[in-house]
């Protein structure tokens, strides 16, 4: 029996969930299409989308389970939710950034955040960003702060030398 996550993010798209999905599924390792459902003549009043058109897709990213629906464009992704990416070097930050900010908005870039091409909204931040933030040297971490602060892609190195002082 397949194992489940309890807690399962559930991403709104009008028309592009399965289109969304491969391009996330293609940018992250451990990462998959689970399967693709369609819609039927059930319920059709109340979605309005054509028989067989794709409803949602399941697919895993990076080892989280996810969901991709096709709700109609009643709804639009913003960023008051957004997902995180912890990465461990300058080279992860860099390939996240420009893979998911390809097509993306770059109005929408700032502190680590950008919003990609179908309007979801990213976190690409070092691992580590908590250890600046809550270091017991609270100037080291509002120096870091600052400097995130005047940045859009986050700069592993400059955060780290602005944390130390230099």
Known sequence: MAQFSRIQPCLWFDTQA??????????????????????????QEEHGKPPGSVMAV??????????????????????????????DSQAEIDHYWNALGAGGDPAAQQCGWLADRYGLSWQVTPGDWER???????????????????????????????????
């Open 18 to 43: 399965e289109e969304a999905a491969r391009f996330y599924t293609g940018i992250f390792p451990d990462s998959r299409i689970q399967s693709v459902s369609h819609y039927g003549e059930a319920g």
């Open 58 to 87: 399941s697919f895993t990213l990076d080892g989280q389970a996810m969901l991709a629906l096709n709700g109609g464009p009643h709804f639009k992704l913003n960023p008051a939710v957004s997902l995180m990416i912890n990465c």
């Open 132 to 166: 600046l933030m809550n270091a017991p040297d609270h100037a080291a971490s509002q120096r870091a702060m600052q400097a995130m602060m005047k940045m859009k892609k986050l700069d592993i190195a400059a955060l780290q030398a602005a944390f130390d002082g230099r």
